[in-house]
């Protein structure tokens, strides 16, 4: 469809650059008042002569400053206006470099007129959204009113983003209180409680580094209605079609110099709470470093994937959580930030099956076979996370400081049973995988003069794991090696013990409107990997001898010299990063007695740059390319039992490496309502090593690392619009996107290259216009082909919740969600209906409900799945028809 060669990225962001600032220049004034005072927020409009039609604008900062742009082949007019001012007009023949501006104050009289607030304001790189212009009656928590804001997209975990970046601030009032765990505010406080949400577009959260170096990440700030704010919602209910509870309470006080949350939920609804623990910030330079080990378990259960639908419709569980967040304001403004967490979940996932073909791509007859087996998957997990945080920061124009510390303890447990092709053929497995981890980090950037300064970064983490995985009988697995056929059942056990720290010192200069920086940073892991697989005949364990046991010891540390530079002016912004890296790498296999080591000198360049061409498009590209070791979980050269698959790696250490390249052009006018962006990706791997799969008729692997070079690319384009329809009050979305890969595979000693293309087009509409009537629609289309096997996918969603309020203080909610699927000649189809009442107290914020979910009584949902050159058919039992009661309130 497409071909991006990685260079041309860079040439298209530059002709976009040079197009786009054709035939435009740019007018800067001041405007004062008869007394030569400054008029801060004095509203610049540039018209066009003949019509009025606003070509663009801006506002006076705290100075009286302003920049506009200018079109050069349009006759225009510019009229600045203040409410304590005359209206100032005046053509514009000309175009000079600076004009200043005398505002003549003007007593305005109000009588009885209604002022309605602007939807949406920006002011320098700030969008601001009046909350109250976004807001419905059905509206109850903020997560609701912040899907519906043009430019904002929250994703299925809570995430928040903005014209497609994530957010790496969530702040209220200015304070950070959830340290990237802000799920647990946006899905709990009252949008009545809030004034507007503020967005700034390029946040740099160092104060000290504010306007010197970018980030290119947003970060959103919660303004509140009052200063001092007790606040949060409850809701507390029960049901039948089982006994069904759902409990939430979330109690918030927010004040100037304190901040506090406590949180405590519990249902048995199909509501995960794991989200409500995501970390969902990125790293920032000179920040603290983030460093997270694979939090889940390295062993699993061979078990059916879950479906791609909401949860809440097959999820059947029983969850509670409890956590507190407490942020003080200390002198000299230092900041204590504490959070808890624990979270204890348990569910059931029985009787999914999953049909899967498999394509023979080189076939003796020379036409594409394939064999097809069905597995049928239940399952029962468990799960215990313990989570506790302390964060001192000190965040000042003149110095930075910040220490982090953080304890995790989680323990999973899950049994579960797999049958093959017939209920005889019937597996049964069980996983207890236990992990600790303690973890500092901490950063503090020390001035020495005006425009010199030291950073010093460090972080110490220590993670332990023991983890067990039991299968049985093995008379039903694929067993290659005769040893193993002795055995009734298997039992697989792994223990890593991990230190990890890295450690960096630099020195940074700023001059003019550059800064430059020369980090040293060294890093060091050493890990013990060790498996063991047991067997038994009888009801005891004895070590199975031969090729089934690894006893590793990993170590790798790095020297790397980062030079770096920055750019920050008012149009142009960049970020080059030219690390030299010298990195060993040693892995002693005590087992086999042998010994592996690798150094080399790694260069792994990074560029960002970003051109703000006007008040309305932006212009971004980066280009970045890394090289890597061989990780430890592909260097076990013994046999490892996972999933009912076996799997043993190469021992030798190899190094890979990634360039990945983006382009994006944003656009943005606040004014009229219009959000855009647009991007083009590239990504492009390559790999020394190959991984062979054989699959057998029960679909049980056996994956071993082939050394042979190897690339996969993936190409990418997407294109995302928004509309806001203020006098409708309407938001239109909508998105498409291309996405275009190119992949090895050794499957059953056959080589393939799998190449596969998806189309997605995403449509949503929001209306509110009438008081009493209010639709929420979205629509899905997915196109997935795949040339190799002429196998194609579609998928097709509609989603529609329609509010009525036909008498005040009534409401009533339908929700419909048609989902279609289509493989071949083979079509699926479900709908799912659910229906709500509620009533409401306005004074006291009181709402009683009723729902009815699943109204139709569906009992199975059936679903597609393209991979590779593998086709799954999913039929997954959904949650029956359920009547729920509930109170929800607002503190």
Same mark, same amino acid.
């Given at each position: 469809?497409?071909?991006?060669?990685?260079?041309?990225?860079?040439?298209?962001?530059?002709?976009?650059?040079?197009?786009?600032?054709?035939?435009? @220049? =740019?007018? #800067?004034?001041? $405007?004062?008042?008869?007394?030569?005072?400054?008029?801060?927020?004095? *509203?610049?409009?540039?018209?066009?002569?003949?019509?009025?039609?606003?070509?663009?604008?801006?506002?006076?900062?705290?100075?009286?400053?302003?920049?506009?742009?200018?079109?050069?082949? @349009? =006759?225009? #007019?510019?009229? $600045?206006?203040?409410?304590?001012?005359?209206?100032?007009?005046?053509? *514009?023949?000309?175009?000079?470099?600076?004009?200043?501006?005398?505002l003549i104050e003007q007593t305005t009289t109000l009588e009885e007129i209604l002022i309605k607030p602007t939807p949406i304001v920006q002011r320098n790189d700030t969008i601001s959204y009046n909350i109250e212009s976004f807001t419905t009656k059905t509206d109850r928590v903020l997560e609701d009113v912040l899907q519906r804001l043009p430019g904002i997209e929250i994703t299925t975990s809570g995430q928040i983003k903005y014209q497609g970046e994530n957010i790496n601030r969530f702040y209220v009032e200015g304070l950070d209180l959830m340290q990237g765990r802000y799920t647990a505010i946006t899905k709990a406080i009252s949008p009545d409680d809030i004034r507007q949400v503020d967005v700034y577009e390029d946040h740099q959260p160092i104060k000290m580094l504010d306007g010197k170096v970018t980030t290119g990440k947003p970060a959103l700030n919660i303004r509140l209605k009052n200063k001092v704010?007790?606040?949060?919602?409850?809701?507390?209910?029960?049901?039948?079609?089982?006994?069904?509870?759902?409990?939430?309470?979330?109690?918030?006080?927010?004040?100037?110099?304190?901040?506090?949350?406590a949180n405590y939920e519990t249902n048995n609804t199909g509501q995960t709470l794991t989200t409500k623990m995501q970390q969902l910030y990125s790293?920032?330079?000179?920040?603290?470093?983030?460093?997270?080990?694979?939090?889940?378990?390295?062993?699993?259960?061979?078990?059916?994937?879950?479906?791609?639908?909401?949860?809440?419709?097959?999820?059947?569980?029983?969850?509670?959580?409890?956590?507190?967040?407490?942020?003080?304001?200390?002198?000299n403004n230092w900041e204590l930030a504490g959070a808890l967490y624990y979270l204890n979940e348990k569910s059931d996932a029985d009787n999914r099956v999953q049909i899967t073909t498999l394509y023979d791509l080189n076939p003796t007859s020379g036409i594409p076979e394939s064999i097809t087996y069905q597995r049928t998957t239940s399952s029962h997990t468990a799960k215990e996370i313990f989570n506790a945080e302390f964060t001192f920061t000190q965040n000042k124009k003149q110095n930075y400081t910040k220490n982090k510390t953080a304890i995790r303890v989680s323990k999973d447990k899950t049994r579960g049973d797999l049958t093959v092709n017939t209920p005889e053929n019937l597996i049964q497995q069980q996983v207890n995988a236990p992990a600790f981890q303690l973890q500092n980090t901490w950063s503090t950037l020390v001035p020495i003069t005006e425009k010199h300064w030291i950073n010093f970064r460090s972080l110490l983490d220590f993670s332990n794991s023991k983890e067990e995985y039991f299968a049985s009988p093995t008379a039903l697995f694929n067993l290659k090696n005769p040893a193993l056929a002795p055995y009734t059942s298997l039992s697989q056990h792994y223990d890593n013990q991990s230190f990890y720290t890295k450690n960096s010192v630099a020195y940074v200069w700023r001059k003019n409107a550059w800064t430059f920086s020369e980090e040293y940073t060294f890093t060091f892991q050493r890990t013990h990997f060790n498996t063991e697989l047991y067997g038994s005949e009888t009801d005891f364990w004895i070590p199975i001898l031969g090729d089934y046991h690894n006893q590793l010891r990993y170590q790798t540390s790095s020297n790397a010299l980062h030079s770096k530079i920055n750019f920050k002016a008012k149009h142009w912004s960049l970020n080059l990063n030219l690390p030299l890296d010298w990195t060993t790498v040693s892995l002693v296999d005590n087992e086999n007695n042998k010994r592996n080591r690798n150094r080399k000198l790694f260069l792994s360049p990074t560029l960002y740059a970003q051109y703000n061409a006007s008040l309305y498009w932006t212009f971004k590209g980066n280009i970045a390319y890394t090289s890597v070791f061989t990780p430890l979980n592909q260097l076990y050269s013994s046999t490892v039992l996972n999933e009912l698959n076996f799997s043993a790696y190469t021992n030798r250490i190899l190094s890979n490496s990634r360039f990945t390249s983006k382009i994006e052009t944003n656009f943005k006018d606040p004014f009229t309502g219009w959000f855009a962006y647009f991007n083009l990706e590239y990504r492009e791997q390559q790999n020394p090593i190959l991984f062979a799969q054989e699959i057998g008729e029960n679909g049980q692997q056996i994956i071993q690392a082939i050394e042979q070079h190897n690339t996969k690319t993936t190409q990418r384009l997407e294109l995302n619009i928004n509309k806001l329809i203020e006098p409708m009050n309407t938001t239109l979305k909508g998105n498409f996107s291309y996405d275009q890969n190119k992949s090895p595979m050794l499957l059953n000693q056959e080589y393939h290259t799998v190449r596969t293309h998806q189309n997605t087009y995403r449509f949503s509409l929001t209306n509110t216009f009438l008081t009493w009537l209010n639709i929420d629609y979205s629509f899905a289309y997915q196109h997935i082909k795949n040339n190799d096997v002429s196998s194609t996918s579609t998928k097709t969603t509609h989603d529609a919740t329609v509010s009525i309020l036909p008498l005040a203080q009534h409401t009533i909610l339908t929700t419909l969600t048609y989902q279609q699927d289509h493989i071949q000649q083979q079509a699926f189809t479900s709908t799912f209906v659910d229906l709500t009442y509620r009533y409401t107290f306005p004074k006291r914020k009181i709402d009683l409900e009723l729902s009815l979910t699943n109204i139709f009584n569906y009992k199975q949902y059936n679903q597609v799945i393209i991979h590779n050159i593998m086709t799954h058919v999913m039929r997954t039992p959904i949650r029956p028809r359920q009547l729920m009661a509930s109170m929800r309130f607002a503190f």
């Open positions: 469809m497409f071909n991006i060669h990685p260079f041309s990225l860079v040439i298209f962001l530059l002709l976009l650059i040079g197009f786009s600032s054709k035939a435009q @220049q =740019r007018l #800067k004034g001041k $405007i004062v008042t008869t007394a030569n005072t400054p008029i801060e927020g004095a *509203l610049v409009v540039v018209l066009k002569s003949d019509n009025d039609e606003v070509i663009s604008y801006t506002q006076s900062n705290t100075s009286g400053n302003f920049e506009v742009e200018l079109p050069t082949t @349009q =006759r225009v #007019k510019l009229s $600045i206006r203040h409410f304590d001012y005359a209206e100032y007009q005046l053509p *514009l023949h000309s175009s000079p470099s600076f004009l200043p501006i005398t704010s007790r606040t949060g919602t409850a809701k507390i209910g029960g049901g039948i079609a089982p006994f069904l509870w759902d409990v939430a309470l979330s109690p918030m006080f927010f004040t100037p110099n304190f901040q506090t949350l790293f920032q330079e000179y920040d603290t470093f983030l460093y997270s080990p694979i939090n889940s378990p390295f062993l699993q259960l061979a078990t059916n994937a879950d479906p791609l639908i909401n949860k809440k419709r097959y999820w059947l569980n029983t969850s509670h959580l409890g956590n507190i967040n407490v942020l003080q304001k200390l002198t």
